[in-house]
């Protein structure tokens, strides 16, 4: 018995955003979730204080952004069940009411008591814009946002019952975080500029706000060029808690609101903390009195209690072994999305007090356990690794070599039904943390600065040679494969290295230089960091295309790639196997339409699973009777 590719469809992805809210009748949890099965949309739930759980966004509505291309957050709950969100369609934010709770205020736009109308009403105009990191300022009847149009980006205030936008200021290139001080009087932000990346170096700001609401001259209170501050909340008009790494690891500070002073009240070689790809995660949640932190490594992420004058950090236990980068805290509650090796990423409401845990998302159907791998977390010549072998099968076996993508990602140690689907059927899988990854720290993630192509290939080329040595590969049939930058290490691992018999890349850049010159403006910098700035290091990025070099591809490829991606354009995978093709080595291209950089349609994920394992069947030698055949074009 293996898993089907249906069952990978149906538990793809997880919660994205969460907001816990107490009302008088008790604790309500709000979140987003993939629906695969809906076209891939993003739909927004609401669940109750009596257990009920309701859709808050209406069929054909779909809560997502373009906002740096990853989008960002992109809801927040109004009171009355309302909801404020962006949809995906035409990018403009809009106000769906919903019915009035006993007890609870009135908004604007409807009687008090009086349910509200069912349809969605656009709050910001038609055009090219483009908003994310939705956030609601106490005591105004606005909701803040970063707003995008042709590369500027800018903090605007939407009313919520409609009319003109406002401009609260615009400073970097780039923002995120939106934070208004608890006395009104001051607003805080995060920002940064070409060629930096958000985990790179960013400036926590602060300016004063003027009697019309915008911003006057802001201060930097935090971070720079080689220091990123990730998330900001104000714990009074005169300080703010702060996620930063100035001691190389992402820890949480106090911050005087002049600047003139900060204090660390985590002082630890661990991360509270991620690459923030998508402006709108946070890392911890203000409780009252406490802060509700997630940290640890790419290993293992927890989820505790810190108290910031004492500094004490108690662990608030349970069986997870990650916690993601989205949590709120309400009525002595915290909510967040946790997982294990066993169970998927799941909305799970935890008491602050007893620990008591409570899962109130939809269970997802899953395969009997048996059928489900066992990680092993292993570091192989310093890289950081996590296996899994096939159950109850001894001896060398045929392994693929996961890369993720960012490089900035990492794998955690949770259930993944895409490893299951092909552990299940006798391969191994070993998800590679290379050099770049975070939950390390900054020295780790740095491994990688201008070793793009070299360091990423090497440490899953080192990696594979370790399953061997270990006794779990067989030498001779072993691939990798990855998505994004991730499809980029697939690729150049082939022409950079005789370890892999073969390559499956998911959207993958295969010629960087031409990637910078097309891709969007939040990445169009990034490779300065990643291999060099251009021109200056133009052989760098000569010496590593896997587009200039594919004569020595050492395996086939299947490419694999989104019609609508405007990260990755298709071009790349096109023109890669067109070299191919004229060396005379093998490859596959497919396509897929409605599909943007990464995979939402169930149909989709169905096709791609069933391609991939058809691929590994041809280059490994084994049968796949259960999938449609896959044609390799060119030589043998």
Same mark, same amino acid.
């Given at each position: 018995?293996?898993?089907r590719?249906?069952?990978?469809?149906?538990?793809?992805?997880?919660?994205?955003?969460?907001?816990?809210?107490?009302?008088?009748?008790?604790?309500?949890?709000?979140?987003?979730?993939?629906?695969?099965?809906?076209?891939?949309?993003?739909?927004?739930?609401?669940?109750l204080?009596?257990?009920?759980?309701?859709?808050?966004?209406?069929?054909?509505?779909?809560?997502?952004?373009?906002?740096?291309?990853?989008?960002?957050?992109?809801?927040?709950?109004?009171?009355?069940?309302?909801?404020?969100?962006?949809?995906?369609?035409?990018?403009?934010?809009?106000?769906?009411?919903?019915?009035?709770?006993?007890?609870?205020?009135?908004?604007?736009?409807?009687?008090?008591?009086?349910?509200?109308?069912?349809?969605?009403?656009?709050?910001?105009?038609?055009?090219?814009?483009?908003?994310?990191?939705?956030?609601?300022?106490?005591?105004?009847?606005?909701?803040?946002?970063?707003?995008?149009?042709?590369?500027?980006?800018?903090?605007?205030?939407?009313?919520?019952?409609?009319?003109?936008?406002?401009?609260?200021?615009?400073?970097?290139?780039?923002?995120?975080?939106?934070?208004?001080?608890?006395?009104?009087?001051y607003?805080?932000? %995060?920002?940064?500029?070409?060629?930096?990346?958000?985990?790179?170096?960013?400036?926590?700001?602060?300016?004063?706000?003027d009697?019309?609401?915008?911003?006057?001259?802001?201060?930097?209170?935090?971070?720079?060029?080689?220091?990123?501050?990730?998330? +900001?909340?104000?714990?009074?008009?005169?300080?703010?808690?702060?996620?930063?790494?100035?001691?190389?690891?992402?820890? %949480?500070?106090? %911050?005087?609101?002049?600047?003139?002073?900060?204090?660390?009240?985590?002082?630890m070689?661990?991360e509270?903390?991620?690459?923030?790809?998508?402006?709108?995660?946070?890392?911890?949640?203000?409780?009252?009195?406490?802060?509700?932190?997630?940290?640890?490594?790419?290993?293992?992420?927890?989820?505790?209690?810190?108290?910031?004058?004492r500094?004490?950090?108690?662990?608030?236990?349970?069986?997870?072994t990650?916690?993601?980068?989205?949590?709120?805290?309400?009525?002595?509650?915290?909510?967040?999305?946790?997982?294990?090796?066993?169970?998927?990423?799941?909305?799970?409401?935890v008491?602050?007090?007893?620990?008591?845990?409570?899962?109130?998302?939809?269970?997802?159907?899953?395969?009997?356990?048996?059928?489900?791998?066992?990680?092993?977390?292993v570091?192989?010549?310093?890289?950081?690794?996590?296996?899994?072998?096939?159950?109850?099968?001894?001896?060398?076996?045929?392994?693929?070599?996961?890369?993720?993508?960012?490089?900035?990602?990492?794998?955690?140690?949770?259930?993944?039904?895409?490893?299951?689907?092909?552990?299940?059927?006798?391969?191994?899988?070993?998800?590679?943390?290379?050099?770049?990854?975070?939950?390390?720290?900054? +020295?780790?993630?740095?491994?990688?600065?201008?070793?793009?192509?070299?360091?990423?290939?090497?440490d899953?080329?080192?990696?594979?040679?370790?399953?061997?040595?270990?006794?779990?590969a067989?030498?001779?049939?072993?691939?990798?494969?990855?998505?994004?930058?991730?499809?980029?290490?697939?690729?150049?691992?082939?022409?950079?290295?005789?370890?892999?018999?073969?390559?499956?890349?998911?959207?993958?850049?295969?010629?960087?230089?031409?990637w +910078?010159?097309?891709?969007?403006?939040?990445?169009?910098?990034?490779?300065?960091?990643?291999?060099?700035?251009?021109?200056?290091?133009?052989?760098?990025?000569?010496?590593?295309?896997?587009?200039?070099?594919?004569?020595?591809?050492?395996?086939?490829?299947?490419?694999?790639?989104?019609?609508?991606?405007? %990260?990755?354009?298709?071009?790349?995978?096109?023109r890669?196997?067109?070299?191919?093709?004229?060396?005379?080595?093998?490859?596959?291209?497919?396509t897929?339409?409605?599909?943007?950089?990464?995979?939402?349609?169930?149909?989709?994920?169905?096709?791609?699973?069933?391609?991939?394992?058809?691929?590994?069947?041809?280059?490994?030698?084994?049968?796949?009777?259960?999938? +449609?055949?896959?044609?390799?074009?060119?030589?043998?």
């Open positions: 018995m293996s898993i590719p249906i069952d990978v469809a149906r538990t793809d992805g997880g919660p994205q955003w969460v907001e816990a809210v107490a009302t008088p009748a008790g604790l309500e949890v709000w979140w987003d979730e993939p629906r695969p099965h809906e076209g891939g949309r993003r739909c927004v739930v609401r669940r204080p009596d257990g009920t759980r309701v859709d808050a966004l209406p069929q054909g509505w779909n809560a997502r952004n373009r906002v740096v291309e990853y989008g960002g957050r992109s809801w927040r709950p109004l009171p009355g069940g309302g909801l404020v969100f962006t949809n995906w369609a035409d990018q403009r934010v809009y106000r769906l009411d919903g019915p009035q709770m006993p007890g609870e205020a009135a908004t604007s736009g409807g009687a008090a008591g009086q349910p509200a109308a069912g349809e969605p009403v656009a709050l910001t105009p038609e055009g090219s814009a483009r908003y994310a990191d939705l956030y609601l300022p106490p005591g105004r009847d606005e909701v803040w946002a970063v707003r995008e149009q042709d590369d500027v980006r800018d903090l605007v205030a939407v009313p919520l019952g409609g009319g003109p936008l406002k401009v609260i200021t615009k400073a970097q290139h780039f923002l995120m975080n939106p934070r208004i001080s608890p006395d009104g009087g607003v805080a932000w %995060i920002g940064w500029d070409h060629p930096n990346m958000p985990w790179d170096g960013t400036e926590l700001c602060v300016a004063p706000l009697q019309d609401g915008t911003a006057g001259p802001y201060q930097v209170i935090a971070g720079g060029p080689a220091e990123s501050v990730i998330q +900001a909340e104000w714990r009074d008009e005169h300080t703010l808690y702060a996620v930063t790494d100035p001691t190389s690891w992402w820890n %949480i500070h106090l %911050i005087a609101r002049d600047g003139s002073g900060a204090r660390n009240l985590t002082p070689e661990s509270v903390g991620s690459a923030p790809w998508k402006p709108g995660g946070t890392y911890f949640a203000i409780a009252d009195d406490r802060l509700v932190v997630v940290h640890g490594t790419a290993g293992r992420r927890l989820l505790s209690v810190l108290d910031p004058e500094g004490d950090l108690r662990e608030l236990g349970g069986e997870a990650y916690w993601a980068p989205t949590i709120s805290a309400a009525g002595g509650k915290a909510v967040s999305v946790s997982a294990t090796p066993y169970t998927p990423a799941e909305v799970t409401v008491d602050l007090d007893s620990g008591a845990h409570e899962r109130v998302s939809e269970p997802k159907p899953l395969p009997d356990r048996a059928l489900l791998p066992t990680a092993e977390t570091t192989i010549e310093g890289v950081h690794a996590h296996l899994y072998h096939p159950t109850g099968v001894e001896g060398p076996v045929p392994y693929v070599v996961f890369a993720h993508g960012g490089p900035t990602g990492n794998y955690t140690v949770t259930l993944d039904l895409e490893v299951a689907y092909f552990t299940s059927r006798g391969l191994g899988v070993a998800e590679v943390n290379y050099g770049g990854s975070t939950g390390y720290g900054r +020295a780790y993630r740095e491994r990688l600065r201008h070793e793009w192509g070299v360091v990423d290939v090497d899953c080329a080192r990696v594979a040679r370790g399953l061997v040595e270990l006794g779990r067989d030498a001779a049939r072993i691939a990798i494969r990855g998505g994004s930058a991730g499809g980029w290490t697939t690729v150049a691992a082939l022409v950079h290295s005789d370890v892999f018999a073969g390559g499956v890349a998911h959207y993958a850049i295969t010629d960087p230089e031409s +910078a010159a097309e891709t969007h403006d939040f990445e169009s910098r990034y490779l300065d960091g990643l291999i060099g700035p251009l021109p200056e290091t133009r052989q760098r990025y000569t010496d590593r295309s896997p587009l200039l070099h594919a004569a020595r591809a050492s395996g086939p490829y299947l490419m694999l790639h989104g019609l609508e991606d405007a %990260i990755v354009d298709v071009g790349q995978a096109e890669f196997v067109a070299e191919l093709d004229r060396h005379g080595k093998q490859w596959a291209l497919l897929f339409a409605g599909e943007q950089h990464g995979w939402r349609r169930e149909e989709t994920i169905v096709a791609v699973l069933e391609a991939e394992l058809a691929f590994y069947g041809l280059i490994f030698g084994f049968e796949t009777p259960e999938v +449609a055949p896959l044609e390799l074009k060119g030589r043998p």
